[in-house]
């Protein structure tokens, strides 16, 4: 597949780039993955949407993927849901289980593909200590009382990911509650855990699974968020790897700190590509459940089919926000449901990939694909050729919008509209807002719920 080099933007380079890897035939990615506290949200489809039609598309060119993406199951937000919803902070693993359960649901809903490892934080603790111990003997972290820091000024390059200058983020940091640390930046890698327990008793709980701590030379804790990834990608892809990737809020700190602490530690480059996947808004601001416009893709997929879901993500580019709408979706269902029918009678199952780089069809729609994964691209060639589609391109557009995007086609049954808490909910915001009469809030709502196939009769207000 030679002929058709792959461009993707390049968050380090600021620009788009040709993909190369850095060994021919083989790539190593490793994208950001959730911490398991709650149900997955419509941004969290975007992005994991975004990187399986990336590990179909490097899968389709021939290269041997090697996909890691991680599970933040210990958390202080994972710590509270348990003392919230089981009364115990101990049962942090049983809410870690629940929600990455359901993400799972999910990620098999919208057709993504399984990376070939999905690592949990709690079983690479002693891979993560070992990290922590080198950065420490190279003079780039430091413990004090049981907590390991990571000394930002040791690194250089700080700030290339995010464009970001050393001296101007002192400037501008927030006083510092911990004035142990030598700089404002630094950030914890090893928190320290007050323990009271007898070594015996800590051998108790750990046996019953019930340890919020590890024991370290550091004393008992746990990791800090951002060495985590650092630790896994070393441990299941080695010191170096091709493209790392995730939402657009990880660039800074996050991504930022993996690049100290990775490249700290090895004395290597650590990933040649990132890529991030730009927000979700929702009436152009970011969502957020103070402001009532928090989605799961459970609340969605009541209401749409989770192919519609996955086909509206790909109407968009990935490096724009994306400022979500129920009517858009309501009109992007109407497109998936006649590009389904159109497609209905070809029969792709024996097209095989030189089929599609050799068609004149598959050409003009791979190098739309190709260019930074511009998939509203590729689309908008698929519904200008649609009614000109004969047998062999009619597989070709089938096979590529299949095995490439992953849309299965299949047709979507209509379904009845049940009255769920989401809908409850918006019904009752609704009729507060016309008690206060704010009539576009109303109005907004009323058309959300028009989308989700529930039509509203209003009575006059007394």
């Known amino acids: 597949m030679a002929n058709f080099p792959l461009v993707i933007t390049n968050t380090l380079s600021g620009k ?50 090697k996909y890691v993406r991680n599970f933040t199951d210990i958390d202080d937000k994972l710590l509270k849901r348990a003392q919230d919803e089981l009364s115990s902070e101990f049962k942090y693993k049983e809410i870690a289980d629940k929600y990455i359960k359901a993400f799972a649901e ?11 490892y999905e690592p949990r934080v709690t079983e690479v603790i002693p891979e993560i200590i070992l990290f922590i111990d080198g950065l420490i003997k190279s003079g780039h972290a430091y413990a004090i009382d049981g907590d390991v820091y990571f000394d930002v000024s040791s690194f250089s390059e700080y700030g290339k990911l995010s ?11 927030r006083v510092e509650v911990d004035k142990r640390k030598r700089c404002p930046l630094d950030f914890a890698l090893w928190k320290s855990t007050p323990v009271t327990l007898s070594d015996s008793e800590v051998v108790e709980e750990e046996s019953k699974g019930k340890n919020t701590f590890w024991e370290s030379p550091w004393g008992f804790g746990r990791p800090g968020w951002h060495i985590e990834c650092s630790a896994m990608a070393k441990t299941f892809l080695g010191d170096q790897i091709d493209i790392h990737g995730g939402g657009m809020d990880l660039i800074f700190p996050h991504h ?15 990933s040649k590509y990132w890529m991030h996947i730009a927000f979700v808004r929702v009436d152009k601001e970011k969502m957020s459940k103070s402001l009532g416009n928090f989605f799961t893709l459970n609340d969605v997929f009541q209401s749409f089919d989770p192919m519609v879901v996955r086909f509206y993500y790909l109407n968009h580019s990935y490096t724009s926000p994306l400022d979500f709408s129920f009517e858009e979706l309501c009109k992007i269902s109407k ?16 097209v095989l990939r030189n089929d599609i780089a050799e068609s004149e069809i598959g050409q003009k729609m791979l190098t ?41 086609l299949e047709p979507i049954a209509e379904e009845k509209t049940e009255i769920t808490p989401k809908i ?15 009539w576009k809030r109303a109005d907004e709502i009323r058309d959300q719920l028009k989308c989700m196939g529930v039509e509203i009769q209003d009575k006059k207000l007394s």
């Not at 464009?163 to 940091?173: H, S, V």
């Not at 930022?256 to 650590?270: L, M, V």
């Not at 409850?424 to 704010?438: C, M, P, T």
């Open 16 to 65: 788009k780039e040709e993909f190369l890897s850095r060994k021919p035939g083989e790539i190593k990615l490793y994208v950001c993955g959730i911490t398991p506290y709650d149900y997955p949200h419509i941004g969290h489809g975007r992005v994991y949407v975004i990187f399986d039609v990336l590990f179909r598309l490097l899968k389709f060119l021939g290269f041997n993927v």
């Open 106 to 116: 999910n990620m098999a809903q919208l057709n993504c593909l399984s990376p070939d």
């Open 163 to 173: 464009k970001r200058d050393l001296e101007d983020l002192k400037c501008g940091a």
């Open 256 to 270: 930022e700190n993996e690049i100290a602490q990775s490249e700290g530690f090895t004395n290597k480059e650590f």
């Open 335 to 350: 497109s998936y449901q006649k590009l389904c029918k159109a497609l209905e009678k070809y029969d792709s199952s024996k």
């Open 368 to 408: 739309f694909l190709l260019d930074d994964l511009n998939t509203a691209g590729l689309l908008g060639v698929v519904f200008e050729n649609l009614k000109d589609l004969d047998e062999k391109s009619g597989k070709i557009v089938k096979a590529i919008l299949q095995q490439l995007l992953g849309l299965t």
């Open 424 to 438: 409850e909910k918006l019904l009752s915001e609704r009729e507060q807002a016309r008690a206060n009469k704010d």
